[in-house]
T-cell receptor, first 112, second 110 residues
Framework: SQTIHQWPATLVQPVGSPLSLECTVE??????LYWYRQAAGRGLQLLFY??????ISSEVPQNLSASRPQDRQFILSSKKLLLSDSGFYLC???????????FGPGTRLTVL | DAKTTQPPSMDCAEGRAANLPCNHS???????VYWYRQIHSQGPQYIIH???NNETNEMASLIITEDRKSSTLILPHATLRDTAVYYC???????????FGGGTRLMVKP
């Protein structure tokens, strides 16, 4: 069966510090991968999606970047965090683009 | 700039059907309607999706109007565990799911 992992589960970082969140998927090959952010009290916003290794599309201009160095690994990064980067970050995968997306447990990031 | 409009909250009695409406008047021909729900502090859970026809699975039914400008998610026998925020999203099937919007906070009461 397929599983999706995210870590860390929670993170508290000072403003201006770097960020690296990792997501890995097991049990499937060549998945579509997604990064979402949920700000407090708001809906989910798609940040990045990837259809293959080193193929990343960004949905919104922002302080963040994403990379996919391996087929089932998706990394969300920032060189300098802003207060507005605080939120709940979710990684998801799907088999086909039209299919349901399966979400990971999420990382709760607090930037102070 | 969510493409969908949902009521912010709804109540439903346990055991009764929960009917959650969604307006998506600007939906284009190649866009699907997806429903997810999110229980507090967890990742979203897929419920159902459809293009034109009504759909049913073990969790819910999705009724899409003929003009596709609105849809209704039906939970036939709501339980307390169905209390969650329900998101209606339109996506073009290219993986481009944009902002989910605020969703509907469904409260199932005993």
């Amino acid at each position: 069966s397929q599983t999706i992992h995210q870590w860390p589960a929670t993170l508290v970082q000072p403003v201006g510090s770097p960020l690296s969140l990792e997501c890995t998927v097991e049990g499937t090959s060549n998945p579509n991968l997604y990064w979402y952010r949920q700000a407090a009290g708001r809906g989910l916003q798609l940040l990045f999606y990837s259809i293959g290794i080193d193929q990343i599309s960004s949905e919104v201009p922002q302080n963040l970047s994403a990379s996919r160095p391996q087929d089932r690994q998706f990394i969300l990064s920032s060189k300098k965090l802003l207060l507005s980067d605080s939120g709940f970050y979710l990684c998801a995968w799907s088999v086909r683009r039209v299919d349901e997306q399966f979400f990971g447990p999420g990382t709760r990031l607090t930037v102070l | 700039d969510a493409k969908t409009t949902q009521p912010p909250s709804m109540d439903c009695a346990e055991g009764r059907a929960a009917n959650l409406p969604c307006n998506h008047s600007t939906i284009s021909g190649n866009e699907y309607v997806y429903w997810y729900r999110q229980i507090h502090s967890q990742g979203p859970q897929y419920i159902i999706h459809g293009l034109k026809n009504n759909e049913t699975n073990e969790m819910a039914s999705l009724i899409i109007t003929e003009d596709r400008k609105s849809s209704t998610l039906i939970l036939p026998h709501a339980t307390l565990r169905d209390t969650a925020v329900y998101y209606c999203i339109v996506g073009d099937g290219a993986g481009n799911m944009l902002t989910f919007g605020g969703g509907t906070r469904l409260m199932v009461k005993p």
